[in-house]
């Protein structure tokens, strides 16, 4: 029988507190932190020491060594998961606005991906539905919602509604992007609107997203239309504030 792999030890930061200073206690142990895993020196993925361990070993209060490592957490350089502790996260995620799907963009940036499809019914449209999709009340339509993980870390929760004639089935969904997909069964996406918003996370929406609760999320409703003017996709979107944002470029007139 092979030995167990020793675990890692967690990275300790060395630093010496200066009490005198009028830095705050926490941000002499946060921009330190900040500035290895800015610079590459922790690289993603590094499992740092508690808080506890942290607080008597810099001799600082718990909440201070807490607060500092929250702070770092706010900014996207930090994860921290009930029982596997505080770590560097995954580079955060640029998208471009165009009209692509997120699974291709991740692909295109050199991300490893995956998709959970955690819902998936087809039914007939209700009022509401039809006014989406402009089409007639009881039209068979399709609803879906999946994560998107991007380096193993969920990025975005995506709810989708489209007529039943032209949408994937689960098991395509859980292979490709909904664009490549629409784009095989012929429906070719032409124009889209969007509306990008932000609010705070549910409780639900932080579970999926590995956040805590209220953790600021990035919106985004988009329809879609293919060269006819024809609705055939409408997206109810989030995304991680703290691993994603939108690049998008601006002309002159």
Do not use: C
């Not at 929250?70 to 998961?81: E, H, K, M, N, S």
């Not at 069964?185 to 409780?203: D, E, F, M, V, W």
């Amino acid at each position: 029988m092979s030995a167990a792999r020793p675990t890692p030890t967690p990275f300790a930061l060395d630093i010496t507190i200066d009490r005198s200073s009028s830095t705050p206690l926490h941000m002499q142990i946060s921009e330190p932190l900040a500035a290895l895993i800015l610079d590459g020196t922790l690289a993603p993925g590094t499992r740092l020491e508690d808080e506890l361990s942290m607080a008597k070993r810099l001799r600082v209060s718990r909440p201070t060594a807490r607060q500092a490592l929250q702070a770092l957490v706010d900014r996207g350089l930090l994860t921290r998961r009930r029982g596997a502790g505080t770590s560097v996260a995954p580079p955060h995620v640029h998208r471009p606005m165009e009209l692509t799907s997120l699974l291709a963009d991740l692909a295109a940036a050199g991300h490893t991906t995956s998709t959970t499809l955690l819902d998936y019914d087809e039914h007939a449209a209700s009022a509401e539905e039809a006014e989406l999709l402009e089409t007639e009340e009881d039209t068979p339509v399709v609803t879906f919602t999946r994560i998107r993980m991007a380096d193993d870390e969920p990025i975005a929760v995506l709810h989708n509604l489209m007529p039943a004639a032209i949408a994937p089935s689960a098991e395509e969904l859980g292979a490709s992007g909904l664009y490549d997909l629409m784009r095989e069964s012929g429906a070719i996406p032409s124009s889209a609107k969007q509306i990008i918003g932000a609010r705070n996370a549910t409780t639900r929406e932080a579970e999926l997203l590995h956040e805590r609760r209220r953790a600021a999320l990035l919106t985004a409703r988009r329809t879609t239309y293919d060269q006819s003017g024809r609705v055939i996709e409408v997206g109810k979107h989030i995304y991680r504030a703290s691993r994603y944002s939108f690049e998008t470029a601006l002309f002159t007139a």
